[in-house]
């Protein structure tokens, strides 16, 4: 299978711009400059079925179409690279290997919604990324492909690069426009939707990194290719960041649409010692979890959303057979506890609520009616709150429940203890709240 | 202005385009519980308490943030949304401690009354509660408990738009987030008590009020505040059963009344915490004092004592008007005094000099009636205090009325107190005790505003009408009475029984007035008051669980501003 974006993933290496050059990058947004006007520009990427690669799927270009030119205020762009879900390590690649490519993603993207100051932000935790991307920046505008006079023309482009501080509800959009304007990440209402009202009270398109880096390849190789890469409506190819119990975890760009089982078996090369797999993640930690026997699914937005989870960040997280899933979901809905803003009562509470519950099962306190109270706060968290981080907590939290039901009832029954440890005081192999939950998945 | 039609619960409703759900709710009888709203804030939309089934859109909405749109149809009473407001009531007592025998909220607490509502479920918790910070002083006035807190920031929102003096944020994340001052910060604005309006629960508590009385046993009035020319609707809340509480003090606190062309909802700190006055240092009793020996005397002996050394001055007196008095009294005074007795000494003398002022409510000049006496042709400078102590000191006059100011704390005590020496008498009017009071040779006892009822016309021109909450304290009286008993003495026939009957022969001669009268002003507040927001949600009016009111309560009145 061909490889686009992965091609560049050499370990240790970083293709800078001369090497860059060589291998003719920046020649597709060159052509859009010099063949396309902006609505030209847009109607290609619509053509390309490219959807939001963040997570939530949206076409890219419907997304840009919403953006309104005539408010009399400028229109930013905000690049995602807040990469916060857990499972998902697809955005550091593609800025640790390549960042050109997603540099040429951005002048495409600025240049097709009329925008001249584009914002960059970074998750906190990705240090070296950052370096990596701030020096790929400077020899962008060293080559004047940003700035004042984007490839000669007169087409103005500054870019702002701009690092979070660790909250994975800055990685949230309208989260993340607050912190990028100093303030608190607390998600916004909507409407007004950042298409409108974004940036400092500006139309703002918001695009995920992996989204941006594919589309100089739509404009190289045309939309028709790309659209015909993937799978219906979901066009081209993504980077599916696979881990856990495999024998190869690692980012694999493979179609939209590749069944899950290909994934697991063929690419990742199956699952450890070869034992039997348990549960899969499919698209980060907030998906809905498949059991062994539900892997037969393809992996494309709307196949995956027909099958109550969701293609998300598109992290695959392998659990096989030794997998302890009253642990798993312990450490799952930890992670949501400390990540909540808190500005919602149903997540500031819920998420709070059902981690105390689970780490009481989990010290052998658990009672009989924990599993259908925690599946009643399930359904009231889920749906009712500002952002989606509810719904989130709530999508892993009940397939755990209803499709591994009698692990959580044999712990409450037995009194069994997550690896035997006392959670609070010795954390255990449960981590505690307020360190990193990822560290043990 | 273009409306929009919408049906809520199976009624049609018209609103204003741009209406909140929330608020077109209210015009169907369709209540919709709310926390984080507050028509005088930006929306949050955070507590959720407002979700609410709109078709065509899956998920629930809130009303808060949902605009009433054509056709929409919008349902807030099927099971789905009772069982999500019972589950968000629990989610808001997870972490709450549940302290309501010793919190100062119960009895106007939101969380107790939704919870009788529409929670009245059992707890399921059986895990610890998230231990936070408890009685913190946020600043003079405020005390922050901060496991009440619903986190709902309305009073971090108050800050930032209202005060505009941004002391309050939440940090921390989850169910660890709490409501705090900024470090090196206290909440000291001049309406930082507001917030405790705002707050729905226990949360932030009034360090004044705190612990002085229990909500159920209060009684509230509507009435103004006469702490500046402003005249912010109040609520005046007192309690008159329990003299063994609060050392005997009837008044307990002030409470913002919404009146959206005055103070919308609010209220200064000046205003109200400036209401002690009402229960201390009163004068109780009528007094005659001679060369240094006070003696207690009666109405009856006092008055037509008092009437008989006016009318033997001759005009050889001064009349300290103040801008304090009702405009009533004040066309008592002019009528008395100006008209009758053709007496040229009548001096409109403020009783505290000008203060703060501000953009929002604050004005410079602390009396509720300045424009009133101006427009009785009563004005401050014309004739000076100074003039009149200059001819006291030439011997030229034998008396003086005082309307409660004190001349010797105003005018110095050795500019005032040696002309005031001078005289036979001075005639002190007043409801508290002061220098010039203790100085006086007759003092009568007068009632406070909140004793008496009349109007105040504030400094744009809107006359409105306080109400009397209280029986006058002691012997005390209102102005008006003891004016009227004065005119009768002085050959002035004044027969009136209420202040209404005043207020209608005033009308008659103040041209800004003409044609009102009490029910006037009550219709043209009513025009004003009817879309008001309430201060507290409507159930706790409906079912009576709040406040026991008096028997009859006047709205208080407002006429248009003829600026």
Known sequence: MEKLISKYFVPGKTFWMEECL???????????????????????VKKSNLRG????????????????????????????????????FKDRYVIAHCPHLLLEGIIIAAYANNVHKAFIYIRGEYVEPYKILKKAMEEAYAKGFLGSKVFGRDFALELVLHRGAGAYICGEETGLLESLEGKKGFPRLKPPFPAVVGLFGCPTVINNVETLAYLPFIFQRGAEWFAKLGSEKNGGMR?????????????????LGIPLREIIYTHAGGIRGDRKLKAVVPGGLSAAIFTADEIDVDMDFDQLRAKQTMAGSAGVMVF??????????????????????GQCSPCREG???????????????????????????CSFMGGTTICALADGAAMPLRSYLQKFRSEFEAYIRDKKRVGGEDLETHGGSAVKRGEGASATL | MSTVKLTIDGKEVEVPKGTRVIEAAKKVDSDIPFYCYHPGLSIAGNCRMCLVEVEKMPKLQIACHMEARDGMVVRTK??????????????????????CPVCDQAGECWLQDYYMRYGTHDSRLNENKVKKKKAVPLGPTVMLDQERCILCSRCVRFTDEISKTQELGIINRGDHSEVDVFPGKELNNPYSGNVVDICPVGALTDRDFRFKMRVWYLKTQATLCNGCSRGCNIEMQYGDQRPHHAKGDRVMRLKPRYNEQINQWWMCDEGRYGYKFHDHNRILNPMHRSEGKVEEKSWEQILPEAAKLIESAK???????????SNEEIFLIDKLFRKHLQNKQIFLISPTPDGFQDDFLIRADKNPNSKGAEWQNFRYQERTAADFFTACGKGQMQGAIIFGQDLLTLHGAHLAQPALQKLKWSLFIGSNHNLTSEFATHVLPSATYAEKEGTFTNFEGRTQKFNQVLDPLGDARPEWQILATLANGLGLSMKYDRTSEIFKELAEHVPPLKGLNYAKLAAEHDSVRRFAAPMVPSLMQDEGLIFQTTPETHPTQTTPSPA
């Open chain 1, 320 to 341: 096989d057979e030794t997998t302890d899933m009253v642990e798993a979901l312990l450490v799952t809905m930890r992670f949501y506890a400390h990540e909540s803003c």
């Open chain 1, 351 to 377: 998420t709070g609520w059902v981690d105390r519950i689970l780490t009481r099962i989990g010290m052998g306190g658990g009672l009989e009616r924990d599993v259908d109270n925690l599946l009643d706060i």
């Open chain 2, 78 to 99: 099927t099971p789905v949304v009772q069982e999500t407001r019972k589950h968000i009531l629990e989610f808001l007592l997870i972490n709450h401690p549940v302290d």
């Open chain 1, 22 to 44: 060589q291998d003719g990058g920046y020649a597709a947004a060159k052509s859009v400059f010099e063949k396309l006007d902006a609505a030209g520009t847009i109607e290609e």
């Open chain 1, 53 to 88: 690669l963040g997570g939530a799927g949206f076409p890219t270009g419907m997304k840009w179409s919403f953006v309104p030119q005539n408010t009399g205020k400028p229109v930013y762009l905000v690049v995602n690279a807040d990469e916060g879900e857990p499972g998902t």
């Open chain 1, 239 to 255: 980077l599916f960041s696979v881990s856990g119990h495999v024998k190869k975890p690692g980012v694999y760009e493979l179609p």
């Open chain 2, 315 to 325: 005009g050889q007196f001064g009349v300290f008007v103040s801008p304090q008095l």
